[in-house]
């Protein structure tokens, strides 16, 4: 009786796993878009508009969530990630702004 719910169980799970992955590679391209414009909204926000992280994070556009931000204080860059899937930086240069840096070529990644 409680191994067919055991294999059932299992099925679920590789079905819905399949169903995560699948989605996240279909996802991707939008999703690297996603933390780059992050990255740089988030870096004029606050090395050139002067404001703190909090406020920054109100400039984000609904479905930004998934996006984690962290700061790198030292060398004015903003890095903008979704675990797993993609990263992006943005770093303030003085006379140009805030530059998002080259994604690697596509046989680094």
Avoid: W
């Avoid at 740089?40 to 090395?47: G, Q």
């Avoid at 860059?77 to 770093?91: F, G, W």
């Amino acid at each position: 009786m409680k191994r067919p719910i055991l294999i059932g169980s299992v099925a679920v799970l590789l079905v819905l796993l399949g169903a995560a992955i699948l989605y996240g590679i279909r996802m991707k391209p939008t999703i690297e878009l996603g933390v780059g414009y992050g990255a740089h909204v988030i870096c004029s926000c606050r090395y050139i508009g002067g404001r703190d992280m909090e406020s920054c994070y109100n400039d984000y556009e609904p479905g930004m969530e998934a996006i984690s931000i962290s700061e790198n204080e030292a060398e004015k860059r903003i890095t903008a990630s979704v675990p797993l899937l993609a990263s992006r930086s943005a770093q303030f240069r003085e006379g140009l702004g805030c530059v998002l840096e080259p994604l690697p070529a596509e046989d680094d990644r």
